[in-house]
Each structure stands twice: as C-alpha cells, then as structure tokens.
C-alpha cells in the first residue's frame, strides 16, 4: 500500500555500496526502517545532506506489514532546516537527541503528541540564534512525559528529587540517588518552563553539567532498558 506521512531522521546504517537503511520516527507508524538505494551516488535523487539526523521530511513509501524494513519512493525535507547540521553547537545538542530518540523510542505506534514534541523541539532548536546550553536539559525533562515517568510531586525549599521514585521527597529522606538541593530546584525550573523562555533561565555551568548527568542517570533507571548514552561527553565538552 503506497502511504504517506511526515518523520523524523533518527540515524542511518550504510548497506551495500550505495544504499542506506535510514532510521525515521514517522508520525503515523512510530519507528520505521527505510532501505534507501543510491544515495551516496552523485546522481540518487534523495541525497545524503537530505538524511541528516533530525531531518523533517514528508515520506512516500511502500507499507508493508511484517517486514521490518520498507520501500521508499519519495522523500524531501520540509521544512529545510537552516542551521543544526551546520553550526558545531546545535549539531552536537542534534546528535545527542537523535541518540536518546534512537534509545527510548523503539516501538513501532502512532504517537501524534510525541511527534509533535519532537517536531517543535526541533524547529525551537533550528531557529534559536542566542544560547543553547538549556536545550539538552529541557528536551531530556520534557520527554519524559511521553515516555511514561515524568516527575511527580512538588517542589520546596526542604525537598530533593529522588531519582529512583520520580518523587520529590523530603530532603530528610535524601539517599545517594537524589538530586542535590541545586539541582533539584533547577529540575523544578526546567519543569515549568517553554521554549519561548528557555534562553531567560541561568544554569551555572557546572550545574548544567552534573544536571545533564544526573537526568541521564534518571533515564538509565526508568527508560533506556539497558542501552547507554555515548554522546554526552561530546556535547558536555563542546557547551562548557
């Protein structure tokens, strides 16, 4: 059946000599695999700098059921975006959300907030022309309410968030799997914010850091099911 629907490029596998298997969170299938032929030839019609990772593209294909990899017949980028492939800044915050995308979001299911929630990160992030050292903080804290253990409770003065429950708690419970007081209220910021004030909200830097750390370690406990996370010590290094 020829389909059509919007996706998200996640990552890409070199197969063969000229072919590609790109790796695209769709808004109407969830995660797909796409076999792409001819694209790293000068003459393919869908070309490499059109599957960057998070690449917004409208799709054409085949759908098949109970195939794991389907046909493409159209592809273009829309909108094209103008400069996460080409500033060093926003391509290391790109690859780092294309690696948590690739991590927590494996299910073949429509999801339409989901994909909008990418789809708006995205195009924030593209646009931004100030600072970009909250982006990683908020689209980690944001997509966990998707993914099924964004945090609960409220924040004061004497709590702390623990990790383990996903729970601001009393600090007089705190254990070593919880934020530290800082970071806990910088987490409660995060919560209540958008992206049209993202760039207004002041991390120090090595709060930022050791913040980026920790929600990490949040993921590792609730949503990444045993994978690991490779591509922050990049984006720690080039944001500091």
């Known amino acids: 059946m020829l389909t059509k629907t919007r996706g998200i490029v996640v990552r890409n596998t ?3 000599d000229n072919s590609v298997i790109s790796h695209i969170y769709t808004q109407d299938y969830g995660s797909q695999s796409f076999m792409l032929h001819g694209v790293r030839n000068q003459k393919g019609a869908i ?21 794991g990899i389907q046909q493409i ?5 829309s909108p094209g975006l103008q400069t996460i492939h080409f500033d060093i800044l926003k391509n290391s915050v790109a690859l780092f959300i294309a690696e948590i995308i690739n991590a927590t979001i494996p299910e073949e299911e429509q999801n339409e907030d989901l994909f909008l929630f990418l789809e708006q990160f995205i195009q924030m992030l593209d646009l931004e022309d100030e600072r970009i050292g909250n982006y990683p903080i908020y689209f980690l804290v944001h ?19 623990n990790l383990n429950e996903g729970l601001f708690i009393d600090q ?8 530290s007081q800082e970071m806990s209220k910088s987490l409660w910021q995060m919560l209540h914010t958008s992206t049209s004030n993202l ?6 830097r090595i709060v930022r850091g050791n913040l980026l750390d920790r929600l990490l370690l949040y993921y590792e406990i609730h949503g990444l099911h045993g994978r690991k996370i490779k591509s922050h010590k990049v984006l720690r290094e080039v944001l500091s």
Do not use: W
């Open 47 to 67: 070309r490499p700098s059109h599957i960057m990772p998070l690449s917004l593209v409208d799709l054409v294909f085949y759908k098949k059921d109970n195939t």
């Open 14 to 16: 070199n197969f063969k």
């Open 73 to 77: 017949k159209e592809l273009r980028c």
């Open 199 to 204: 760039t207004d909200i002041y991390f120090p």
């Open 143 to 161: 997509l966990t309410r998707y993914l099924g253990f964004y945090p609960k409770g409220q924040y004061n003065e004497n709590q702390v968030f």
């Open 172 to 179: 007089a419970y705190e254990h070593i799997n919880c934020l």
